[in-house]
């Protein structure tokens, strides 16, 4: 596999969609070689959450309907030759993004919150006989965990989550083959 894709999503307060961003990585590097964001019109006029993150001044920012936005992603998508999304909860992202449904999508969380993938878990975090995180396995506490850097703060706007999504697939030093337990089946 050449590329893959990260991709988050944000959701205003009636629960739909009001931004999109979307990395692209090399398949063995995880370097960065692409990005796309995207924000909802209207949707991200109903706020939400972290509607205070959009940011459309940003000059990355494409802001446009979602029939548009999500048309221009998959044909980006399909110029770099991506069939498969990474999302963290990917379950969240692919059930708001039903359109994607021809992409395999894998969650990073599958590895990032299991002791036997994450090497950074410490030895008296409190977790379940699986090996998986009781607490404390969102993309901030593992980003910290694994960089080292209590500082860190997720911002919730969605390129910059999905870049430091792919930033945690880059720490956990697993291939892309190990991801095969975190293929979200059945959808």
């Known amino acids: 596999m050449d590329k893959f894709a990260v991709i ?16 692209i990585a090399d398949g063995k590097t995880f370097e960065k070689t692409d990005s796309v964001y995207y924000i909802i019109d209207p949707e991200y006029r109903v706020g939400g959450l972290f509607a205070h993150e959009l940011r459309p001044d ?18 980006w998508l399909k110029e770099h030759g ?5 999302a963290y909860n ?16 894998y969650d990073i969380m599958r590895l990032a919150a ?3 993938y994450n090497k950074a878990i410490p030895a008296c975090a409190d977790c379940c ?9 969102g993309v901030e506490s593992v980003l910290r965990m694994l960089s080292n850097d209590m500082q860190y703060q997720e911002s919730h706007n969605a390129v910059t989550d999905a870049e430091d999504e792919l930033e945690i697939i880059r720490l956990l030093g697993c ?5 095969g337990v975190a293929l979200l089946a059945g959808w």
């Open 129 to 137: 006989r699986t090996g998986r995180l009781k607490r404390g396995y």
């Open 90 to 105: 990917a379950a969240f992202d692919k059930r708001h993004l039903p359109e994607y449904a021809q992409f395999e999508w």
């Open 114 to 116: 299991y002791r036997q």
């Open 82 to 86: 991506v069939k498969k999304l990474f």
């Open 175 to 179: 291939g892309l083959e190990e991801y």
């Open 58 to 75: 940003d000059k990355r920012a494409r802001v446009t309907d979602r029939g548009q936005a999500l048309k221009e992603i998959r044909l």
């Open 8 to 23: 988050d999503t944000e959701t205003n307060w009636d629960d739909a969609v009001m931004s999109v961003g979307v990395v």
